[in-house]
Nanobody, 116 residues
């Protein structure tokens, strides 16, 4: 059973940076894709960034140019580098692993709070 553990969240001032990490218990090189989602209070969970097996990336329009998703297969870890943070980036960030059709895994989430 694949497990995902996020870390790196915290409180930061607007304009600051954070790097989130998602450590997987399995080989991420075998996953079809991985991604980061976030959920703000009172809002639905939304995709922030995704990375497929081939290395192609997808970003929400709101984070393009500020966030970067990357992976280290040797460490079975996916990262989300977040720069120029805004208060609207506040939320719980979840790591997701897409293992195949009908098979996904979620981490427990890490809180990111951006103060103005």
């Amino acid at each position: 059973q694949v497990q995902l553990v996020e870390s790196g969240g915290g409180l930061v001032q607007a304009g600051g940076s954070l790097r989130l990490s998602c450590a997987a218990s399995g080989s991420i090189a075998s996953f079809n894709g991985m991604g980061w989602y976030r959920q703000a209070p009172g809002k639905q969970r939304e995709l922030v960034a995704a990375l497929d097996r081939g290395g192609s990336t997808t970003y929400a329009d709101s984070v393009k140019g500020r966030f970067t998703i990357s992976r280290d297969n040797a460490k079975d870890t996916v990262y989300l580098q977040m720069n120029s943070l805004k208060p609207d980036d506040t939320g719980v960030y979840y790591c997701n692993a897409f293992l195949g059709i009908g098979s996904t895994r979620w981490g427990q989430g890490t809180q990111v709070t951006v103060s103005s």
